[in-house]
Structures are given as C-alpha cells and as structure tokens.
C-alpha cells in the first residue's frame, strides 16, 4: 500500500515517477520492435544499478542515442560517442555506451531475418506468461526463458543481456506478468496477456 491508497508490488517506491511507471508501463504487452529494442538496451544501463536510476535518466538516453532508431545509432561517430562518455545525463560507462551501439548493429541483423519483435517473443511462444506471486519476492531473477533469450541475443552481438537482465526485461515488457495477485494492476495485465 503506498500513499495514494492503492495497492502495489513491493518494489515499487513512493517516489511518482517509480509508481507512474509501475501503473502504466510496467508488465503490459509491447508489441513494437523499436519500442523492446529501446527498452532492452536500458534494462542494460541498469547493470549494477537501480532501475530507478535509470527511470530518471531516460529522457537522456533518448536524445543522446537518437530516441533509440537503431539506424542513426551505428552512424554515431567518434565524437558523439566521447560526447556520451562526458554527459552526466546517462550513466558514463565506456562499455555501457558501446553496448547500445553493438545492440544496434544485432537488432538490425535481426530485422533483415525476421521482425525484432517475433524474435524476442518466441521464448515465450509469443504468449505472456501468467504468474501469481503474493510477495515479489518470490518471483525468480531467472527463468530457462530468460537464459535462452540471453544466450540468443548474445549469440546474435547484444552485450548487456544476461539472464537476470533478461528476465527484468521480460517483466516489463510483458512477456511475463509478475505483478503480484494483490496488486491494483494485476487483473489489469492478466486482461492484457498475450494469448
């Protein structure tokens, strides 16, 4: 219970933007390829890091990696790049950067074979999974799905994909509803599942 009365996943802060995200984003079903691209290279800056530190810097991202168009990302030269490294906008690290450069080049190998988005739901069958935790907690960090979509993104030149980012991406993207059963949202995401 947070305080504006609702009831909402354990992890989730009073901080308004955390709940924003939690309440209109987070679990429901994306679709777009450019939209999981986007959503895949931030669950990556996240490595070591809060998710909410991330939340906050994404406006950022956007516009230092061209609103995430895997196109204009590989045509980055080296002084947008150096550019990246001293904005203390995004998260200043050599590999992370680079990481959403080399993602760039994978999504659009992937594209030329077969959309982005039917690649990353076919670890699920293009089916959400329907969970019912109580307790967030007891939601693993994991999954077997998580660790093949890892293993194929890495396969394919992603960096900053392993399984735990994997899985969190898979939650909040929707490939898995992990909004626990008390939640204000989770018949909400049940409704939306993907089928």
């Known amino acids: 219970m947070t305080s504006t009365g609702l009831n909402r996943c354990g992890w989730v802060s009073d901080d308004l933007l955390y709940q924003k995200y939690h309440d209109e ?15 895949l290279c ?3 800056q996240q ?29 980055m030269d ?28 994978g999504y659009l190998n992937i594209e030329k074979r077969q959309s982005f988005s039917d690649f990353i ?6 089916k959400t999974i329907i969970n019912e935790w ?11 799905e998580s660790k093949a979509m890892s293993k194929a993104l890495k396969k394919e030149g992603f960096s900053f994909v392993g ?19 008390g939640c204000h949202c989770y018949e909400e995401t049940c409704q939306l599942a993907r089928r």
Not at 25 to 39: C, H, I, N, T, Y
Not at 56 to 73: G, R
Not at 121 to 126: A, L, R, V
Not at 134 to 144: G, H, I
Request: proline content about 4%.
């Open 134 to 144: 109580k307790d967030f907690k007891e939601a693993p960090t994991f999954t077997a």
């Open 42 to 44: 931030l669950d990556g």
């Open 78 to 105: 080296e002084q947008e790049i150096a550019a990246c490294l001293q904005n203390p906008g995004i998260v200043r690290n050599k590999l992370k950067v680079a990481s959403i450069i080399k993602n760039a080049h």
């Open 25 to 39: 984003q987070w679990g429901r079903p994306v679709l777009d390829s450019k939209e999981l691209f986007a959503k």
């Open 121 to 126: 739901w076919q670890f699920t069958n293009g």
């Open 163 to 181: 399984e735990t980012i994997c899985y969190a991406f898979m939650q909040a993207v929707g490939i898995v509803n992990d909004h626990v059963t």
């Open 47 to 75: 490595a070591g890091l809060s998710w909410i530190t991330i939340l906050k810097k994404q406006d950022n991202y956007e516009a230092a990696f061209h609103d995430f168009e895997p196109t204009k990302i590989i045509q």
